[in-house]
């Protein structure tokens, strides 16, 4: 079936069988594999991405539903190559490991940071309750958000609270 | 690099440096394994049994050959001459790469399946029509354990051998020791509390699900074989061996992975059997586990029932310790299965001098492999002895810090303590550990806080422990016990390696044997670089994962990375020093015992105004005909490290809960960790690795479970029915620490990996217990869920222990 749809700015027309994953034609058709594949139950949050503003799980919808969507991935959130506050939380404060949580967690921050530009840290959590992540008990991902939520607001962000070791 | 941490340049050690690995990370651009597609790539799926155990009366893949797309189904018959699994340590039942006439776990691949695409292969997967004859399934440990039935006909008894201890192995002086204890048991001034528990089955689930491409070159005659794998060296070894090829015929490439956590320390059927397609088919092929793969299929952690007992006087002073217990191995043994175990029988006493005995026996089930999962062993035996010196703190009505405090290993015993089982431990002191836990923590005021809501009806706990953990291994001696990965054509022992090279520009490539799965090695190991030759870490890449490159390491598992090849990274950068010495002090026209590296480059001592660049130095390097009569060209080194011992990290940790009483709901309110990995290169990437570590603690404790049923099934198929802790399941957690130097390896880096896990879910479980205590409960099995919790409130209502 015929799919075209905008991709980080860019119209992408392509031939997809009926049940093609929207989450397989960006990876696979599309090349942009920064959308990962976690489970196969909509649960982990690892293929998020933005689809007309809102923030989706790309393996829950087929690709021909996105027929005319606007939908941004990973790929294409750092405007003109700057990082998006939300990916420089993530670096500025550790908050990943592996990284292969990291593209759908930044998504889902990024749609949490839409909605509500001060989340305390419990709603920081809520709000992230739908990606898992496995190596940094999330710890830090609360303090990345942290981080951008302050750096959105124009504000100086909370200081790391790494402590010294020694050698 | 550094962006507002403050970096220090000068030394790097011991401070905060952002991650190398981010910026392709965070913008989508680092490359995992499922992300390659290679021309004509062909796609995998398997066929896996929806039994525990049954015979294989005939498997049909006629429909699925017939389907469009697919190129072939294979089966048992068509790689029998591969033989089983390669294996490291062999004890037990070895798994064919195939089942052939029986399946003996749930999801044991049956046939596999190679189509055009990801789709096809999986529609053909489903069109493989095998005929199974059920057979009643061994699941239960205990059951296993008798023999009352056999899980493999062929073999005499379920119970592969039962690590005992200690001293280990001697037999006359584990009778001594049993002796002793039984003696204290004996005596009218002890008391013996006892409890019984399971250290319930886990599922690793890193994030990413597993995955392989295998490419066979006719031409070349070589493998290269992309794998998410924590042991390059062990896989391009393994499939070496398996397919009668050398080791430079096999390049195996671990490119980015997404977590390991152990169970990609393992050489799987998958990988092997793709290969083998690849080479009859001649073309690329991939296979990447669905998350029902990945749990069926991709080997499992813990799975222990056990009895632990302390006997000891009212006072607190503990006379003797005893574990009896059974650790299930799963229906086959894979990489290090049996050895498992061993590594908890290492630090059966903790941190404590009491008499112990230790025995755990290793039996197989009709369930899937286990094997290393974080802590792998250790987190078992800690659990163990933790919750039973809290039981007996609780029966003596005595503090149960002060329980600990009386029984450690006294500080001044180091150098030369040794475990329970005489092995020598490297550094400790436990005391000043607790203690600063403790005041850190405020425990006095806690337990105030805790009695006073108690005395409202609240069901509050402070729950404590603490662990010794064993790691870093090395020694590299462990090869003459059994582990020296033969079996994978790298003998290599548990030693490390790194390389490290000067470009002709002054940056500094660094090459290392082991590859990270999340720990952040690019940064780490740019930091001991840079604060050997003082090139800015910005300067330095360190790569690592390509067998065709890197030096051999056996990987990195077990906390070890760090303190093994970290130390022969750090040896290597000294033996470039040592030459860019000699090379600056032939440009300055000096004496190479006074050049200074400082700023970027050298210079001579009190003369830092004629500086020459690493570039000066690396251009006469290769340029061979400026250089002075006998001196080699290059500016590049290698070195082996060889330690003569693991590390012993060790630490405590705190955990303030609340139980629901109406819902058995437990709520974490705080958690404060004091943890000593000696000396700490990056203080943020350790702080990291402990906040991921005690989340799969607290998992344990409080949410995973995967056991299988009575029936053999594995009702664990995806994050509903097995969930991960999420972020609103978690504080944020409040991390401290000693820091008590290693002396086995020059940085004095003990490792950090595992301490998290290995520490947390008992200290979480004595908490719980603790908030439940006034209601007569003493113990609650693993995971704490709701139900559970719930149950063991009400059977103690009605038990009448109410007060
Ligand atoms: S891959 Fe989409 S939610 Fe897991
Ligand atoms: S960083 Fe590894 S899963 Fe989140």
């Given amino acids: ?167 | 690099m550094g962006g507002g941490f403050g970096v220090s340049t000068t030394s790097v050690l011991g401070g905060v440096v952002k991650r190398r690995e981010d910026p392709a990370l965070i913008r989508g651009t680092g490359l995992y394994v499922d992300d390659l597609q290679l021309p004509g790539m062909l796609h995998v799926a398997f066929v896996r049994s929806p039994y525990a155990h049954a015979r294989v009366v005939s498997v049909d893949a006629s429909d699925a050959e017939a389907m469009d797309g697919v190129r072939a189904v294979y089966t048992a018959a068509d790689v029998a001459h591969l033989g089983d699994l390669v294996t490291q340590v062999a004890v037990g039942k070895l798994r064919p790469l195939l089942a052939g006439d029986k399946v003996n776990h749930l999801g044991e691949a049956v046939a596999m399946v190679v189509a055009d695409s990801r789709y096809g292969a999986r529609d053909a997967a489903d069109a493989v029509d095998v005929e199974y004859d059920p057979l009643d399934p061994v699941i239960d440990l205990k059951e296993a354990a008798s023999d009352a039935a056999l899980v493999h006909e062929d073999m005499e008894s379920n119970v592969l051998l039962a690590w005992e201890g200690g001293p280990w192995g001697d037999e006359e002086a584990i009778a001594a020791t049993q002796q002793t204890i039984a003696d204290a048991k004996g005596r009218d001034d002890t008391v013996s509390v006892s409890i019984e528990a399971v250290n319930q089955r886990l599922l690793p689930m890193p994030m990413e699900p597993r995955s392989v491409v295998a490419d066979w070159n006719v031409g070349y005659g070589r493998f290269t074989v992309h794998s998410s794998t924590q042991i390059a060296h062990a896989l391009a070894g393994g499939i070496a061996q398996t397919f009668g090829l050398s080791l430079t015929d096999v390049r195996c490439i671990a490119p980015e992975v997404g977590g390991g956590f152990g169970c990609k320390l393992n050489v799987y059927n998958d990988e092997i059997l793709v290969c083998f397609a690849s080479q009859q088919l001649g073309r690329p092929v991939k296979f990447t586990e669905t998350r029902r793969d990945a749990a069926g299929s991709t080997i499992h952690g813990r799975g222990w029932v056990a009895t632990a007992t302390i006997t000891g006087t009212a006072d607190g002073q503990i006379l003797g310790y005893e574990l009896d217990g059974i650790a299930d191995m799963g229906a086959y043994s894979q990489n290090f299965t049996v050895a498992i175990p061993f590594l908890g029988l290492f630090v059966g006493a903790g941190q404590y001098t009491f008499p112990t005995h230790w025995k755990v026996a290793c039996v197989h089930t009709h369930t899937m492999t286990t094997d290393a999962y974080r802590g792998a062993g250790r987190p078992e035996a800690a659990y163990y002895l933790e919750r039973a010196i809290d039981a007996f703190a609780r029966e003596i009505g005595v503090d149960p810090a002060e329980v600990r405090r009386k029984n450690f290993i006294p500080a001044d015993s180091f150098p030369g303590a040794a475990t329970h089982i005489g092995f020598p431990m490297d550094t400790g002191d436990y005391e000043t550990n607790l203690d600063a836990l403790l005041e850190t923590a405020g425990y006095e005021d806690l337990k105030a806080e805790r009695d006073r809501l108690r005395a409202e009806g609240r069901l509050v706990g402070l729950g404590l422990a603490t662990y010794v953990e064993v790691c870093g291994f090395g020694p590299s001696a462990l090869v003459d016990l059994g582990f020296s990965w033969a079996a994978y054509k790298i003998p290599s022992g548990f030693s490390g390696s790194g390389l490290v090279r000067v470009q002709a520009d002054g940056t500094a490539s660094v090459i290392i044997g082991t590859g990270p799965t999340g720990q952040g090695h690019q940064t780490t190991w740019a930091q001991i670089v840079s604060n050997q030759l003082g090139i800015p870490v910005e300067n330095i890449r360190v790569s690592h994962g390509d067998t065709a490159e890197s030096p051999l390491g056996i990987g990195t598992f077990g906390s070890r990375s760090a303190a093994v090849d970290g130390s022969a990274t750090y040896e290597a950068a000294n033996k470039v020093r040592a030459k860019a010495a000699d090379l600056a002090a032939h440009l300055l026209e000096a004496s190479a015992d006074d050049i200074v590296f400082a700023d970027g480059g050298a210079h001579v001592a009190g003369s830092p105004d004629q500086q020459v660049s690493w570039s000066d130095i690396a251009t006469l390097a290769y340029q061979p005909h400026r250089l002075p009569e006998g001196m080699e060209g290059g500016l590049e080194a290698h070195a082996v490290f060889s330690p003569g011992n693991a590390t012993w990290p060790f630490g405590s940790h705190l955990a303030l809960v609340e139980v629901d009483g109406d819902t058995g709901d437990v709520k974490l309110l705080r958690y404060i960790a004091m943890d000593d990995c000696g000396n700490v290169i990056n203080p943020m990437i350790v702080d990291g690795q402990i906040h991921g570590g005690l989340a799969q603690g607290i998992g344990q404790a409080m949410f995973e479970d995967g056991d299988y049923e009575a029936d053999g099934n594995l009702l664990k198929w995806s994050f509903v029915e097995y969930p991960l802790p999420t972020s609103a399941d978690l504080p944020s957690f409040e991390l401290h620490r000693t820091v008590t130097p290693t002396d086995i390896n020059p940085l004095g880096v003990k490792g950090i990996g595992e301490a998290g896990t290995i520490g947390s879910a008992q200290t979480v479980v004595n908490a719980v217990v603790d908030a439940l205590s006034p209601l007569g409960v003493t113990h609650v099995d693993m995971p704490l869920r709701p139900k559970r919790v719930w149950a063991a409130i009400q059977a103690a209502k009605t038990n009448g222990s109410v007060s």
């Fill in chain 1, 1 to 167: 079936m015929h799919v075209s749809l905008t991709v980080n700015g860019q119209r992408a027309v392509t031939d997809v069988e009926p049940r093609t994953l929207l989450v397989h034609l960006l990876r696979e058709e599309l090349g942009l594999t920064g959308t990962h594949v976690g489970c196969d139950t909509s649960y982990c949050g690892a293929c998020t991405v933005i689809l007309d503003g809102k923030t989706v799980k790309s393996c829950t919808m087929l690709a021909v539903q996105a027929q005319g969507a606007e939908v941004t991935t990973i790929e294409g959130l750092a405007a003109n190559g700057d990082l998006h506050p939300v990916q420089e939380g993530f670096w500025e404060r550790h908050g990943l490991q592996c990284g292969f949580c990291t593209p759908g967690m930044i998504m889902s921050a990024v749609g949490l940071l839409s909605e509500n530009g001060s989340p305390s840290e419990g709603e920081i959590r809520h709000g992230l309750e739908g990606n898992l992540c496995r190596c940094t008990g999330y710890h830090n991902i609360v303090r990345a958000v942290e981080y951008a939520a302050a750096k959105m607001r124009g504000e100086e962000p909370p200081a790391p609270e790494w402590e010294e070791g020694s050698a």
